[in-house]
Structures are given as structure tokens and as C-alpha cells.
């Protein structure tokens, strides 16, 4: 009877979205279009900023989110994104999509407390017939073996019986305009093998590019886990490659075009590896590996690396420095570039942080410069000023940490000092590292 409550119409869906970050906001609005989604943020500031079509993250155009906002909670059969801070506001929905952050501590240990709170919140509205859907990053076994529970505890409800889930693992690229949300593939399961199909139909009604359904939550969980864990031992290997040629002085990104040039070659760039994804995802697939007696090498030798990057780049300025008979001692330095990639705000685990520590270390004073950051952000989460002004001054270091579309056509000749060193971390002026 509750399988066939679901299985009415498309129609009879409402969606209510826990989380309306990188993830939840361009999926919020995307549901939309078709259904009557609740976008829920427990951050007054965010819901607030987001009724009145401004988005903070810059994923979703104003245009695009005043298109689908409504100023009250949509009932069935009606369409549009009503943002609220209010859990009240999740009581009559039957759809829970959960996205929210999935974390490490300070020691790379994953931290599920706001996947947990969110499982606490969710148990508080959810009732028979309902299904959960997570998007956040986990190891394979989170959802049923960790989250549901908590569900469980919360309702009341028996899972597969009362109430089923499903995980769909996000896969947003931060700052990236051409693949956004419904242009990207899907991959979706289900608790049953109903439920899969449920959870199929669903995404596969507003995601352009299709879907994938795998055969369990686990699959999916794992699949999720191993996209980036794939990325980042490809980049460590690069890096690697850096380091080596470096002491070679070949020129990396020479050497990788020509390899290139092989049909079956994969292109990766050498670089810093930060951000909510490929530099946290691997600790999951790590931890769980353990809990089962195996230390993964590779995985965790590939982190190593990639995470010793900022430092790497640190000693490579350094010396750059020294050579051009630059006093390092009292240096002046620009970063461009604080966020943990190109043209996007979003500066969670950014490692640009590692290569101004390293420099401060040696008594440089470093101006940081990013236009995109939120200056308030930087300073609570990192202890830096940041300004949103690119200064009026010259300076014997300047260096390009994040590649956004307006430092690629800066004047940086007005910014050196007459001995100067421009280092480019991104690879993206050309021979420019003297």
C-alpha cells in the first residue's frame, strides 16, 4: 500500500531539500521546475539572501532562482522553490534530500555531524510511505548502517517498512557553468528494488543527461567515493612528475603535452588539491578500508603528496627569489587567490592557505587579493586579511595561487618591483616562474 501511494503520478511529489549549499541550492532549483520543493537551511543569513535571488556560492544565477522562488510553502501538484529556516515547513513533504557537508577533522578523520543532525532533523518530520534520499559523500554502508538509524530512533518508523531511502551521490563541479546540475549524469538506488526505481524516475525526470541505477546503496556509495579518491592519486602522480622534472629543469607542462599527444594518455596538471571533494573524499574510502583490516597505500600515499603540494610551491618561490638576489627577509609578496580553485567563492580547504603559512614562516609579508572570496569567511576560518581590492603598489613576489578569469588579464608588470619573481602556480601565463 505504500509502495503504491508513491507510484500515483510524478505528481505527487513533494520535495523537501536539507541543505541549500554548492549541492542543494542548484538541485533545489532544478526540482523546481517540475515540483514543489522546500529548500531548507538551518543559517538565517543564507535562506534570507536566497528569497530575495541572491546566491552567495554564484552557482545559481539570479535570474534562474527568482524564476522558481515562491513566497509561500507550494502545495501538491504545484511547482516552485520556497526557501525557509523553519522545520515546520518540512512536515507535509514526501521526498528528503539530504546534501549536506561531509567533512574531515583535523587529523583527516571523517566527520558526519552534520549528515547526522540533518538524519536527526529528517526523523523529526518524516512519515509512512516517505523516502530519504542523501547526496552527501560517504564511505559505502553511511546511510543504511549510520544515518538511518537515526531515523529510525527519531520517528518511530521501521525502515523498509515504514519509510525507505536512497543515495544519489552528488556530483557538482564548484565554479563549472557548462557542466552544471541536469547536464551531468546521475547516478541513483534505492533501499529496494522499487525504491531504486522510484529514486530513478524521480532524477531522471529533471537531469537532462540521464541516469545510472545502480544496484544498491552501497554500489552507489562506493562509486561516489572512488570518482575523487581516481582524481587525486592521478594528480599525485603528476605532482610527482613536477617534483622530478623540476630537479631535471624540464618543463612539466611540456612533457605533458607531448604525452599528450597519445590517444589513450590521461590529462591531469600538476597543482594544489584542496576543496570539499577530492581533497576529503579519499580519508572516507581510507577509513572504512581500515575498519575492515586493510590500509590502503596508494590512497593515502596519493593525499601525502598531494596535500605536501603547498609547502612544495612554497620552497619553489623561495628559491626563485634568492636566485634573482631578492632579500627574503621582509619581503613584500601578492597572493592572487585564496579560494580553492578558479572562479569560484568557495574557499573550504583551500590550500592556498599552506603556501602563505610557508611564506610567513620566513617573515614575507603577504598581500592576499581575491575579488570572488568573502573576506569575513577568510578571516574566520583562516586568521587572514584578504582584500577584495587589488592594491596599488609594486612588490618583489607575486603570485598566482588561483586562476580566476580576472587575474588572467592583470598588468603584472605594473606589479613588480624592477627585480621581481612571478610565480605561477596554475600553469597558466606560460614560462613566467623566473
Known amino acids: 500500500m505504500v509502495l503504491e501511494k508513491l507510484k500515483v503520478s510524478m505528481g505527487s511529489f513533494k520535495i523537501s531539500i536539507i541543505g ?3 549541492v542543494g541550492l542548484p538541485l533545489a532549483r532544478i526540482f523546481a521546475t517540475r515540483y514543489p520543493v522546500v529548500g531548507f537551511d538551518i543559517s538565517i543569513q543564507r535562506v534570507e539572501a536566497l528569497r530575495e535571488g541572491r546566491d552567495v556560492t554564484l552557482e545559481v544565477e539570479e535570474n534562474a532562482l527568482l524564476s522558481v522562488l515562491v513566497k509561500k510553502n507550494p502545495s501538491y501538484g504545484e511547482k516552485g522553490l520556497f526557501c525557509s529556516y523553519d522545520m515546520e515547513d518540512l512536515g507535509d513533504s514526501n521526498i528528503y534530500i539530504i546534501t549536506v557537508p561531509t567533512p574531515v577533522d583535523k587529523n583527516n578523520r571523517p566527520d558526519l555531524t552534520p549528515l547526522f543532525k540533518a538524519s536527526e532533523t529528517v526523523g523529526k518530520v518524516i512519515r509512512k510511505g516517505d523516502i530519504v534520499i542523501y547526496e552527501s559523500t560517504v564511505y559505502p554502508g553511511a546511510t543504511e548502517e549510520d544515518c538511518v538509524p537515526i531515523i529510525e530512533s527519531r520517528s518511530g518508523l521501521k525502515f523498509n517498512v515504514d519509510f525507505f531511502a536512497g543515495y544519489s551521490p552528488e556530483r557538482i563541479n564548484p565554479g563549472d557553468r557548462e557542466h552544471t546540475v541536469e547536464k551531468i549524469l546521475k547516478v541513483t538506488s534505492g533501499s529496494t528494488p522499487d525504491i531504486g526505481k522510484i529514486v530513478d524516475r524521480l532524477y531522471g525526470s529533471v537531469i537532462l543527461a540521464g541516469t545510472h541505477l545502480a544496484p544498491s546503496i552501497r554500489v552507489a556509495e562506493a562509486a561516489k567515493v572512488i570518482e575523487n579518491s581516481q582524481r587525486d592519486i592521478n594528480i599525485a602522480f603528476v605532482n610527482e612528475l613536477a617534483k622530478i622534472f623540476s630537479l631535471m629543469e624540464i618543463d612539466t607542462n611540456a612533457v605533458l603535452e607531448a604525452a599528450g599527444t597519445k590517444w589513450n594518455f590521461l590529462s591531469f596538471r600538476p597543482g594544489l588539491v584542496g576543496g570539499h571533494c577530492i581533497g ?3 580519508y572516507y574510502l581510507a577509513q572504512k578500508a581500515q575498519e575492515y583490516g586493510y590500509h590502503p597505500e596508494i590512497i ?16 619553489q ?5 634568492i636566485k634573482k638576489d631578492i632579500r627574503v627577509n621582509g619581503a613584500e609578496a601578492l597572493m592572487l587567490g585564496i579560494t580553492f580553485k578558479e572562479n569560484c567563492p568557495d574557499i573550504r580547504n583551500t590550500k592556498i592557505i599552506d603556501v602563505i603559512k610557508a611564506l610567513e614562516e620566513y ?20 586568521s587572514v586579511t584578504c582584500t577584495e581590492r587589488l592594491p596599488d603598489q609594486r612588490y618583489d613576489t607575486i603570485i598566482l595561487g588561483v586562476a580566476h578569469k580576472e587575474f588572467l588579464s592583470l598588468n603584472f608588470e605594473a606589479l613588480k618591483k624592477e627585480n621581481a619573481v612571478v610565480y605561477d602556480v596554475k600553469g597558466v601565463l606560460g614560462n613566467v616562474n623566473f
Open 363 to 382: 617573515d614575507i609579508k603577504i598581500t592576499v587579493y581575491d575579488p570572488l572570496a568573502d573576506l569575513g569567511e577568510v578571516e574566520k576560518e583562516y
Open 317 to 321: 618561490i623561495i628559491k626563485a627569489m
Open 280 to 282: 576529503v573524499d579519499p
Open 20 to 22: 541549500l549549499g554548492y
Open 300 to 315: 593515502l600515499a596519493g593525499r601525502r603528496l598531494n596535500d605536501s603540494m603547498g609547502s612544495y610551491f612554497a620552497q
